[in-house]
């Protein structure tokens, strides 16, 4: 398969997101900016230079460990970064320079935040999740494809049944079976 100089920059660009979606993953729980400080190592705090910072070639060059205090740096990084860059490739090559693309992206960097947040601390952050509901609702009203109805059951009937099935888990496993996270995760998707 020949892949041509846009698909490479997309590649790119989901590997620098994927960066990013890193921070998210890390400061989001904590409650911490996303946007200051720079980036830093979590156990000497030491700001990461922009040399040592560049997605993925960073990980391989410095052997998995920091610069300054060589602790170990979590695989999960490099793991966020290539499953960013490949799954916007994916939809680019699917859906091509286009608005589903955009929309697809945007989604897809949303659902990996969530999920390795997830993976890691066992939340859904709101943070992410409900403005994903608002911005995909106000998002079919002007893409033709997406009827503002179908959104606005999608959000009822994606967050329903599974506020359904949790109140049935906590019934039968008498424990909270499903977080409130879960629900507005699935109303979001819808």
Same mark, same amino acid.
């Given at each position: ?8 920059l997309?590649?790119?660009l989901g ?9 998210c ?5 904590r409650?911490?900016?996303i946007?200051?400080?720079a980036?830093?190592c ?8 922009l040399?040592?910072n ?14 300054n205090c ?11 970064e290539?499953?960013?860059g ?9 859906y091509g320079?286009?608005v ?6 945007i989604? =897809?960097?949303a659902? *990996?935040i /969530?999920? $390795? @947040? ?9 943070? &992410? =999740?409900l403005?994903? *509901?608002? /911005?995909? $609702? @106000?998002?079919?009203f002007f ?5 503002y &109805?179908n959104?606005?059951l999608?959000?009822?009937v ?7 099935i949790?109140?049935?888990?906590s019934v039968i ?18």
């Amino acid at each position: 398969m020949y892949y041509g100089v846009n698909d490479v920059l997309i590649f790119i660009l989901g590997l620098i997101v994927g960066s990013f979606s890193n921070v998210c993953i890390y400061r989001i729980p904590r409650n911490e900016s996303i946007v200051y400080p720079a980036s830093h190592c979590p156990k000497c705090r030491t700001t990461i230079k922009l040399i040592d910072n560049i997605p993925l070639l960073s990980y391989v060059i410095l052997k998995g460990r920091c610069r300054n205090c060589k602790s170990k740096i979590s695989i999960q990084y490099p793991i966020v970064e290539l499953l960013t860059g490949l799954i916007y490739l994916i939809i680019y090559l699917t859906y091509g320079l286009s608005v589903q693309t955009l929309i697809y992206i945007i989604l =897809s960097s949303a659902l *990996i935040i /969530i999920a $390795f @947040i997830d993976l890691n601390e066992q939340i859904v952050p709101d943070v &992410i =999740s409900l403005p994903g *509901i608002v /911005i995909g $609702f @106000i998002i079919s009203f002007f893409v033709p494809y997406i009827s503002y &109805i179908n959104s606005a059951l999608g959000v009822v009937v994606g967050g329903g049944i599974i506020l359904i099935i949790g109140l049935a888990g906590s019934v039968i496993f008498k424990k909270e079976a499903m977080g409130g996270g879960d629900v507005k995760l699935a109303a979001m998707i819808g």
